[in-house]
């Protein structure tokens, strides 16, 4: 991979971040974020983290639906792993996010914090120590890694947790996992963010804004396996929710073992009878059989498929059950970025959907479970009732008006 551009950063060595010099109209426009001088840092450990007050940018505190109300359409898009490696993707979505007020969620491998020389302290549950099926990141990509979660937070994203060494297959696969297993590769996953400036010698970065004890939340397994031994660690931990189930239906979620239950799901993949899970890599692997550069004369009519694909589970959902859209995306530039193009479409065509005046929100996983924990179980029996592109009997104007609110 091509070595990227070291981040820029101001010092940390007084405590205090570095504020930004430049303030948005209060009449910008939509898009056009107004950027707010950050405020003192109180350093947490060994400066790694530093607790900043309440996050940016966050929408307001969620409500209960009222009675004969349309629910919104969620939609959440989330990445895995969160690395960047000189290919200018981060930045990109980033952009693209502010550029269209979304917010999203990046599942962080713990290990692209920690520099190959250090290898070592990472010990792998049923792996050797230093293992890892994902490789590790050379410095200046770890620099510009940081700088993307740092800016993500700030901008009001969400950093949850890809774990570290993402084993799927062999005896020391996740789906083997303990929950004690599961419970020393999350301890392991957050000293790496909580600690990368021991493990870098690094001085010259800031501080990650945020205290990584309170902000990790939920998660997604390495290749969507191991769930029903994480959730027991998880909620030990009092996650909220995790995003890992594989094969997920577009219906409202419920619970697993006191966690959310927010898999990724099956979507309409135009040209086919079957559908398609609702994540760029299981796009690829119905398109080039796994391949990560087939020919290229491929890629146009697989950027449009991939596209209108995830175009199609919105707007079947939008259209019938209102139930929240998921996809995983993942850093990458498989067959020639068709894969990143056909999430930048889907995300503009939502947003255009949106400022037609639909109440339509782009949130993270936490933002959305913020919205689900305020309202009333017999509202959530009732929308879960609807199944796949089901439209409520009568319309949203009665459909609730039965449950209780309260």
Known sequence: MAAGA?????????????????????????????????????????????????????????????????PPQFVVFSWDGAAEVGNGLFPRFLDLAEEHDAHMTFFLSGL????????????????PRGASDIGYLADAHIEATLSGVRRAWLDGHEIGTHFNGHFC????SVDRWTPRQWRSEIDQAKSFVKQWRTNTGWTHLPSLPFDYDKELVGSRTPCLMGQEHLLVAARELGWRY???????????????????????QKIPFPGHSFEVLSMDYNMLANQ????????????????????????????????????????????????????????????????????????????????FTDWLDVQSPAVLTALRSLDVGQSPAGGWNTFLRGAETA
């Open 6 to 70: 070291a981040a820029t950063a101001g010092g940390v060595g007084s405590g205090v971040l570095t504020p930004s010099s430049s303030l948005a109209a209060p009449s910008a426009p939509r898009g056009v974020r107004p950027v707010a001088a950050e405020p003192a840092a109180r350093l947490i450990g060994d400066g790694s983290t530093a607790y900043t007050g309440r996050q940016p940018r966050q929408p307001g505190a969620p409500v209960p639906l009222e009675p004969g109300q349309t």
């Open 112 to 127: 692209y914090l920690l520099p190959e020389a250090k290898r070592r302290q990472y010990d792998p549950p049923g792996n």
């Open 169 to 172: 297959s062999g005896p020391g």
């Open 242 to 264: 995790d995003a890992s189930s594989p094969g997920g239906r577009q219906v409202w979620p419920e619970k697993k073992n006191g966690l959310w239950d927010l898999p990724l």
């Open 288 to 367: 080039s059989v796994n391949s990560t550069k087939a020919p290229a004369y491929n890629y146009p009519s697989w950027r449009r498929q991939a596209a209108q694909a995830y175009i199609s589970g919105f707007t079947r959902a939008l259209e019938s059950n209102r139930a929240p859209f998921f996809i995983g995306n993942h850093f990458e530039e498989w067959n020639g970025g068709i894969y990143m193009d056909a999430v930048e479409e889907t995300l503009v065509h939502i947003a255009k959907e949106r400022d037609k005046g639909k109440d339509i929100r782009m949130v993270s996983f936490r933002q």
